[in-house]
């Protein structure tokens, strides 16, 4: 009975169609498609929503697209072990409160493949889903101003999930809230406002993904034992951007990473706890206004076999021991100074970074504007002949890299 009911409303929708009266209506296609099977509609445009509720696979094969005509969210998936692959998914409504989507997920073990989603608010939005795949989809955000789009992607207390080979451009954030231990792999993410954001998530493993031209790159906020590890940042221009923001967060590993061309590299406050470190390796950070930012009094993170290339300031601080007291060895410094006569590879000196004229606008941020300036170089070549008083030392890298 219900099968026939079914049709009954397809044929009715499909006739209306025909008058030009809507688009047919994909919720039908779904209704008579049954558990575990697979739906391949006809190629063509579709009208929404979309709501999954029996185990079904969705096949577009890039020829069919749902429209949700400007009114909530387009597609949302309840029903575990569901795919959706190769369907575009365009016109969300524009509701923050109600967090309009093109896909909304709150299901398990779900694959979203190859999809196209595009001026929608929000882009896939998990809410309490666990080991889902969302892979090889292009999502972009309504053409509204940065801070009036959606995320691209957002987790809330989801975990276990795999992401990756997306490609997320013109949208506000990717933003990952209470969710642990995802894996987020191989992404691109241009053009918004914060590449990739965690609160309170810790155990993510963030690797291979290329952020660039935002706001910021990568933040982790209250979020332990990240991998932050093999990406590349670049372009994140404005004075207050960085490409790497750590805050409250501890036992981060950020390693192999190049960070390029940004205001500020690598943004990190002091642990909370001595024990509570961050370990920085083999990371390449170059062509920065200021490559490393150290705010807070305690310092303690480990700082190994990074390279430092033609960064504007290597290293800033708003206090003299923030970085010294972190362990720093065996680093490439651009600007050391000195030999290596027994040829092992390793400064025969320290490289000991003193604050002359830097310490102008670290005190005086308006002050900023004149880096690099005549002014600021003659009184930096003036207190470097003939110091006032004793410069502070900020650093201490006993084996440096040659």
């Given amino acids: 009975m219900n099968r026939f009911r079914s049709a009954f409303i397809l044929f009715l929708g499909l006739s209306l169609y025909g008058t030009g009266y809507c688009l047919p209506p994909m919720q039908l296609f779904v209704e008579l498609t049954p558990t575990g099977g697979v739906l391949r509609p006809p190629p063509g445009v579709y009208s929404g929503p979309v709501d999954i509720s029996r185990r079904i696979a969705i096949e577009g094969n890039g020829e069919v697209t749902i429209d949700g005509g400007g009114d909530g969210t387009v597609v949302r998936v309840k029903a575990d072990g569901s795919s959706i692959r190769g369907l575009k998914i365009i016109n969300s409504g524009d509701s923050h409160d109600q967090l309009d989507?093109?896909?909304l997920l709150e299901a398990n073990n779900v694959q979203i493949e190859n999809n196209t989603i595009e001026n929608v608010l929000f882009g896939i939005n998990l809410r309490r889903a666990y080991d889902n795949r969302i892979r090889g989809n292009?999502?972009?955000?309504?053409?509204?101003?940065?801070?009036?789009?959606?995320?691209?992607?957002?987790?809330?207390?989801?975990?276990?999930?795999?992401?990756?080979?997306?490609?997320?451009?013109?949208v506000r954030d990717v933003l990952i809230i209470n969710s642990p231990d995802n894996r987020i792999r191989d992404n691109r993410i241009h053009y918004s406002r914060i590449g990739l954001e965690l609160v309170f998530s810790p155990g993510n493993e963030i690797v291979g993904n290329y952020i660039s031209w935002s706001t910021?790159?990568?933040?982790?906020?209250?979020?332990?034992?990240l991998?932050?590890?093999?990406?590349?940042?670049?372009?994140?221009?404005?004075?207050?951007?960085?490409?790497?923001?750590?805050?409250?967060?501890?036992?981060?590993?950020?390693?192999?990473?190049?960070?390029?061309?940004?205001a500020i590299g690598l943004m990190v406050n002091s642990p909370v706890h001595p024990e509570n470190i961050l370990y920085l390796k083999?990371?390449?950070?170059?062509?920065?206004?200021?490559?490393?930012?150290?705010?807070g009094e305690k310092g303690g993170h480990v700082i190994y076999n990074n390279r430092f290339d033609g960064n504007l300031l290597t290293v800033a601080v708003s206090a003299p021991t923030s970085a010294l007291a972190n362990d720093w060895r065996r680093n490439y410094w651009d600007d050391y100074s000195g030999f290596d006569r027994n040829a092992d590879g390793i400064g025969d000196t320290p490289h000991d970074l003193y604050l002359?004229?830097?310490?102008?606008?670290m005190d005086r941020p308006m002050t900023r504007f004149f880096r690099s300036s005549p002014a600021l170089e003659l009184i930096d070549?003036?207190?470097?002949?003939?110091?006032?008083?004793?410069?502070?030392?900020?650093?201490?890298?006993?084996?440096?890299?040659?």
């Fill in 138 to 170: 292009r999502i972009s955000s309504r053409g509204d101003s940065l801070s009036l789009r959606g995320e691209g992607l957002r987790l809330w207390y989801s975990s276990d999930n795999l992401i990756e080979h997306n490609e997320i451009v013109n």
């Fill in 282 to 295: 083999d990371n390449r950070i170059a062509y920065n206004d200021v490559a490393m930012y150290f705010y």
């Fill in 216 to 225: 910021k790159g990568i933040v982790g906020i209250y979020s332990d034992d």
């Fill in 101 to 103: 989507s093109g896909i």
């Fill in 381 to 402: 070549l003036v207190e470097r002949l003939t110091p006032f008083s004793e410069p502070d030392l900020i650093l201490k890298d006993p084996e440096p890299l040659m």
């Fill in 227 to 262: 991998m932050i590890k093999t990406n590349r940042l670049s372009h994140m221009r404005e004075i207050a951007g960085a490409a790497l923001a750590i805050k409250e967060s501890s036992q981060v590993t950020i390693a192999g990473n190049e960070i390029l061309h940004c």
């Fill in 356 to 361: 002359y004229s830097d310490r102008v606008w």
